[in-house]
């Protein structure tokens, strides 16, 4: 994983475009991987967007493990948040964004109805590292047709605002948020969820990863989906490899029985899983 580096040049760059942006919006939704609930986040999310108010969104929920999803959401929550699960993909999920939104801001707009302000569209922005879903995200919520709401006031020139509906504004996305791989760990865990271009990682080395994590939080899984005894799976993870490589037919081809393996995971064949595990996170 040594290939995989952090830009802090990008990072201070995006975090500026951020922080100027803000003032323009009531709300911030921040997106995150459901599988991967705190690996996938900016460490410096806190900071950048300090009071402003939040929608938590845990993308590609159907693919994470429903129980540790919602021990996360009770995670984001005890922090504040609102959350909502939601797979942008297959549109679940993104109708009850608006709702979510208003009971974020709920004591914002009942103190604008106490002073007589008139409604209007709630306007956001959506935050989140590369690949987590956000060009998915804002497509379903603006539609194919992307209605560009104009310049407001006060807003520098050149800023464009999408409208989703009649309740919803989206602000440009702003610069890209990476992530900081703080130890091994986090870089491996969004690589194998194919955060990471494939490029820069082993394939070989994820697919072991993903043997060893698998077998480890979720037996069974692999014996089903490969037709192996419990004690194949039991055994080493290199080991379960050159099985698995024999059973499928791929002989000592081992880079084709890794890409097969990883993409498996990524897809879901293998079913749902969450590589952030709740209880081993200090919450």
Same mark, same amino acid.
């Given at each position: 994983?040594?290939?995989?580096?952090?830009?802090?040049?990008? +990072?201070?760059?995006?975090?500026?475009?951020?922080?100027?942006? =803000? !003032?323009?919006?009531?709300?911030?939704?921040?997106?995150?991987?459901?599988? =991967?609930?705190?690996?996938?986040?900016?460490?410096?999310?806190?900071?950048?967007?300090?009071?402003?108010?939040?929608?938590?969104?845990?993308?590609?929920?159907?693919?994470?493990?429903?129980?540790?999803?919602?021990?996360?959401?009770?995670?984001? @929550? !005890?922090?504040?948040?609102?959350?909502?699960?939601?797979?942008?993909?297959?549109?679940?999920?993104?109708?009850?964004?608006?709702?979510?939104?208003? @009971?974020?801001?709920?004591?914002?707009?009942?103190?604008?109805?106490?002073?007589?302000?008139?409604?209007?569209?709630?306007?956001?922005?959506?935050?989140?590292?590369?690949?987590?879903?956000?060009?998915?995200?804002?497509?379903?919520?603006?539609?194919?047709?992307?209605?560009?709401?104009?310049?407001?006031?006060?807003?520098?020139?050149?800023?464009?605002?999408?409208?989703?509906?009649?309740?919803?504004?989206?602000?440009?996305?702003? %610069? &890209?948020?990476?992530?900081?791989?703080?130890?091994?760990?986090?870089?491996?865990?969004?690589? #194998?969820?194919?955060?990471?271009?494939?490029?820069?990682?082993? #394939?070989?080395? +994820?697919? #072991?990863?993903?043997?060893?994590?698998?077998?480890?939080?979720?037996? %069974?899984?692999?014996?089903?989906?490969?037709?192996?005894?419990?004690?194949?799976?039991?055994?080493?993870?290199?080991?379960?490899?050159?099985?698995?490589?024999?059973?499928? %037919?791929?002989?000592?081809?081992?880079?084709?029985?890794?890409?097969?393996?990883?993409?498996? &995971?990524?897809?879901?064949?293998?079913?749902?899983?969450? #590589?952030?595990?709740?209880?081993?996170?200090?919450?």
């Amino acid at each position: 994983m040594s290939t995989i580096q952090w830009f802090p040049g990008h +990072m201070a760059k995006a975090r500026r475009e951020v922080s100027e942006k =803000l !003032k323009f919006v009531d709300i911030v939704f921040e997106l995150v991987d459901a599988r =991967l609930p705190i690996s996938s986040r900016n460490p410096m999310m806190d900071q950048i967007i300090q009071q402003k108010p939040r929608l938590v969104l845990l993308n590609k929920a159907d693919l994470a493990d429903p129980h540790q999803t919602k021990l996360w959401q009770g995670y984001f @929550q !005890k922090k504040g948040f609102v959350t909502l699960a939601i797979n942008a993909q297959d549109n679940k999920g993104v109708k009850n964004i608006v709702p979510s939104a208003k @009971q974020a801001l709920k004591e914002k707009i009942e103190r604008n109805k106490a002073r007589g302000i008139k409604p209007r569209a709630i306007r956001a922005m959506v935050i989140g590292i590369p690949n987590v879903g956000k060009s998915t995200l804002m497509n379903r919520l603006v539609g194919k047709k992307i209605a560009q709401t104009g310049n407001k006031p006060g807003v520098t020139k050149g800023q464009q605002w999408l409208r989703s509906g009649t309740e919803l504004e989206l602000l440009d996305t702003p %610069g &890209i948020l990476w992530p900081k791989f703080e130890d091994e760990q986090i870089g491996k865990r969004l690589a #194998l969820t194919g955060a990471i271009k494939d490029q820069l990682i082993h #394939l070989d080395d +994820m697919a #072991l990863y993903g043997l060893d994590f698998f077998a480890r939080y979720y037996p %069974g899984r692999l014996s089903e989906r490969y037709q192996l005894t419990e004690e194949q799976e039991k055994g080493l993870a290199p080991e379960l490899l050159m099985t698995i490589s024999q059973k499928r %037919g791929f002989r000592d081809d081992y880079d084709r029985a890794s890409e097969m393996l990883v993409f498996e &995971i990524r897809s879901g064949k293998l079913g749902t899983y969450t #590589l952030d595990r709740y209880e081993e996170y200090e919450v």
